[in-house]
T-cell receptor
Framework: GENVEQHPSTLSVQEGDSAVIKCTYSDSASNYFPWYKQELGKRPQLIID?????GEKKDQRIAVTLNKTAKHFSLHITETQPEDSAVYFCAAGGGADGLTFGKGTHLIIQP | KAGVTQTPRYLIKTRGQQVTLSCSPISGHRSVSWYQQTPGQGLQFLFEYFSETQRNKGNFPGRFSGRQFSNSRSEMNVSTLELGDSALYLC????????????FGSGTRLTVV
């Protein structure tokens, strides 16, 4: 089955700086790579996703890049704000086994 | 448009008991997937139902089961509860299968004592 590794587990950045979270996956058949944000005590929410036929996707301050050859994908958040503080999960899938999630990154925005 | 509704929000059960959790997906969504979330293991896939059929199943023991009704509402059952079953159980609905565009519910927090 699919295995997703996510790094780092905790990331602390200064407000206004950029944050990058990286994930690797093992199953070359995976073709869908979403990112979820989970604030404390709340449900995970989809913030951006990318399919395997696209190398990069942007939505305002958030971007995701995908390298199919290396089987890794990354989330980039620019101009970080206090409300970006949360746990971020990457996932890989799109096949019969559904989505496999990484263990999460706790992003802390320092004022 | 109503979101994904999970009931109950909190449950406390005793070891050996059984429990049933409910998930009502977004109107029109036919796929419901269930995940177990714990601090140590993160989000782990339990199973997915699509049009009343189980599409796939994660690596959980047979004590975990589910079903989906004709109105797409889904239930998850855990029998013979163990302390390790304490977790947040999340369901996610989507228009199509295979994990695309999940919308998660707020979850059911199960505590086994």
């Amino acid at each position: 089955g699919e295995n997703v590794e996510q790094h780092p587990s905790t990331l602390s950045v200064q407000e206004g700086d950029s944050a990058v979270i990286k994930c690797t996956y093992s199953d070359s058949a995976s073709n869908y790579f979403p990112w979820y944000k989970q604030e404390l005590g709340k449900r995970p929410q989809l913030i951006i996703d990318i399919r395997s036929n696209v190398g990069e996707k942007k939505d305002q301050r958030i971007a995701v890049t995908l390298n199919k050859t290396a089987k890794h994908f990354s989330l980039h958040i620019t101009e970080t704000q206090p409300e970006d503080s949360a746990v971020y999960f990457c996932a890989a899938g799109g096949g019969a086994d559904g989505l496999t999630f990484g263990k999460g990154t706790h992003l802390i925005i320092q004022p | 448009k109503a979101g994904v509704t999970q009931t109950p929000r909190y449950l406390i059960k005793t070891r050996g008991q059984q429990v049933t959790l409910s998930c009502s997906p977004i109107s029109g969504h036919r796929s419901v997937s269930w995940y177990q979330q714990t601090p140590g293991q993160g989000l782990q896939f339990l199973f997915e139902y699509f049009s009343e059929t189980q599409r796939n199943k994660g690596n959980f023991p047979g004590r975990f089961s589910g079903r989906q009704f004709s109105n797409s509402r889904s239930e998850m059952n855990v029998s013979t509860l163990e302390l390790g079953d304490s977790a947040l159980y999340l369901c996610a609905s989507s228009l199509i299968s295979l994990g695309y565009g999940y919308t998660f519910g707020s979850g059911t927090r199960l505590t086994v004592v």
